[in-house]
């Protein structure tokens, strides 16, 4: 377990990072007793620095859902990280690479509730329920924590991968805003598209068999503290294809069928 000032200093680190654009060393090469919960310790902290300087929280994010992500990170559950208002970015817009640490591309169905959601028993009609609307969404990963240490090879563990935010840089939302009934968000699925050539094809249902098991997954996290998802917000459900690396130039579509199209370029 790390202590309070390890803590801080982990988040301090990530920060430092980000602004310089200069990703750090994996906290726990030099931490190898740092466990998962010591990762989202350090994210809070972060995340408070960031509100300190004017940042506002407007939605959470579900990582990790599909199960091959999981094997390949070797744990059995999901993981989560916070969404803040300077992370947002419009459907079509543009955005230079440079300004993110070894991004990358997922696509997601991201919900947005009408209802607040709390408690550790809740089921897919209860999230649906609690919905306002579903979009189409894009999330922009970044890397604050090298992914594979240039010196010594060591790749970073989960617990560094949630510290840093749960990889999270960046979500883009569709204009195409479904109720959540008026779809199979099983079989919802979407085409992506880089620079005009298929990258990745899924479904909905990869996310731990349906999207709202995301939420559900998040909010029996949060129940023991006391924490609720809060109406209004985005709430990502995980996405549903492996993530695609980015460089500047390139041009990203996705394209949900009847849940419209988002797009992202990178100058």
Request: hydrophobic share 40%; no cysteine; charged share 25%.
């Amino acid at each position: 377990m790390l202590s309070i000032k390890q803590v801080k200093e982990s988040a301090r680190l990530h920060h430092e990072a980000e602004k310089a654009r200069i990703p750090m060393r994996a906290f726990s090469l030099k931490y190898q007793d740092m466990t998962i919960e010591d990762g989202y310790a350090v994210q809070a902290e972060w995340i408070k620095l960031k509100e300190a300087e004017g940042r506002k929280v407007i939605g959470r994010k579900v990582g990790l859902t599909s199960r091959a992500m999981q094997e390949a990170m070797k744990i059995n559950e999901p993981d989560f990280g916070t969404l803040l208002d300077d992370m947002l970015f419009e459907n079509g817009a543009t955005i230079p690479a440079a300004d993110f640490i070894d991004p990358r591309i997922e696509v997601e169905i991201t919900f947005v509730l009408k209802n607040d959601l709390f408690g550790d028993d809740l089921t897919v009609e209860d999230v649906l329920d609690a919905t306002d609307y579903v979009v189409p969404s894009l999330e922009l990963i970044a890397a604050r924590s090298h992914r594979i240490d240039p010196e010594t090879g060591y790749t970073r563990k989960v617990y560094d991968t949630i510290s840093d935010n749960a990889a999270n840089a960046g979500i883009i939302v569709g204009d195409t805003k479904l109720k959540p009934n008026d779809i199979d968000l099983r079989w919802a699925g979407a085409i992506l598209y880089r620079n005009g050539i298929v990258e990745e094809t899924g479904l909905g249902a990869g996310i731990l068999d349906h999207p709202a098991r995301g939420i559900i997954w998040l909010a029996k996290r949060f129940a023991p503290h006391g924490i609720k998802l809060d109406a209004g917000q985005y709430i990502m459900s995980g996405s549903f294809t492996r993530p695609i690396i980015v460089q500047a130039g390139d041009h990203f579509k996705a394209d949900f069928g009847p849940m419209g199209t988002v797009e992202l370029s990178f100058s």
